[in-house]
């Protein structure tokens, strides 16, 4: 599975847009980039996901470059409760993969008032 | 909430103990992931299961064992505890892992504090 990089720590102001960068630069073709968030111990909560194309949900956007070595989680008005580990993973398919998730350290995001 | 379901949310045990935490999976969910979330480490895979089968193991020590039962819920044991096992312990599920756009959904996990 290819290694994700991500900065230790971030801040943000509230209300801002939060842009979290996670490159990826030995990712593989049918490997997806999928973002997670953890909340001071929580269960680690599925924030978006991709392969090629940029995505949006409720929650997030997900820029991909062309060349898919890196990403851009963007938290469009961030807000005090989106503080929280902010975990970039790229995640292998196929059957016979098992598609399990390996995290890294993560990216801890703090909104600030 | 995600669906996945994990019990007990809380266990302190001793020392040389054994214990059992369980998961039911998301309805229609045939995959089981396990976790292990120490204080000083992130967060380490442990096992996985789809359709009672193991599937994938990661750092799981020889002491702990897992198993998914017909029903597809799932129990991990942790046996001959030490302290360094005190950890959150956390369950997820997805449906086939072969198909792309599976996503994992976690539970809630089940602390464990070891005395």
């Known amino acids: 599975d290819a290694k994700t990089t991500q900065p230790t720590s971030m801040d943000c102001a509230e209300g801002r847009a939060a842009n979290l960068p996670c490159n990826h630069s030995?990712?593989?073709?049918?490997?997806?980039v999928y973002w997670y968030r953890q909340i001071h111990s929580q269960g680690p909560q599925y924030i978006i996901h991709?392969?090629?194309n940029n995505e949006t949900n409720e929650m997030a956007s997900l820029i991909i470059t062309e060349d898919r070595k890196s990403s851009t989680l963007i938290l469009p008005h961030a807000t005090l409760r989106d503080t929280a580990v902010y975990y970039c993973?790229?995640?292998?398919?196929?059957?016979?993969?098992?598609?399990?998730?390996?995290f890294g350290q993560g990216t801890t995001l703090q909104v600030k008032p | 909430d995600s669906g996945v379901t994990q019990t007990p949310k809380h266990l302190i045990t001793a020392t040389g103990q054994r214990v059992t935490l369980r998961c039911s999976p998301r309805?229609?969910?045939?995959?089981v992931y396990w976790y292990q979330q120490s204080l000083d480490q992130g967060l380490q895979f442990l096992i996985q299961?789809?359709?009672?089968?193991?599937?994938a193991k990661g750092n799981i020590l020889e002491r702990f064992s897992a198993q998914q039962f017909p029903d597809l819920h799932s129990e991990l044991n942790l046996s001959s505890l030490e302290l360094g096992d005190s950890a959150l312990y956390f369950c997820?599920?997805?449906?086939?892992?072969?198909?792309?756009?599976?996503?994992?959904?976690f539970g809630e996990g089940s602390w464990l504090t070891v005395v």
């Open positions: 309805s229609g969910d045939l995959s």
């Open positions: 991709g392969l090629k």
């Open positions: 030995t990712i593989s073709g049918n490997e997806y």
């Open positions: 993973i790229v995640r292998v398919y196929g059957s016979s993969n098992t598609g399990k998730l390996i």
């Open positions: 299961y789809y359709n009672g089968e193991e599937r």
């Open positions: 997820a599920s997805s449906a086939s892992p072969g198909n792309s756009g599976n996503t994992i959904y």
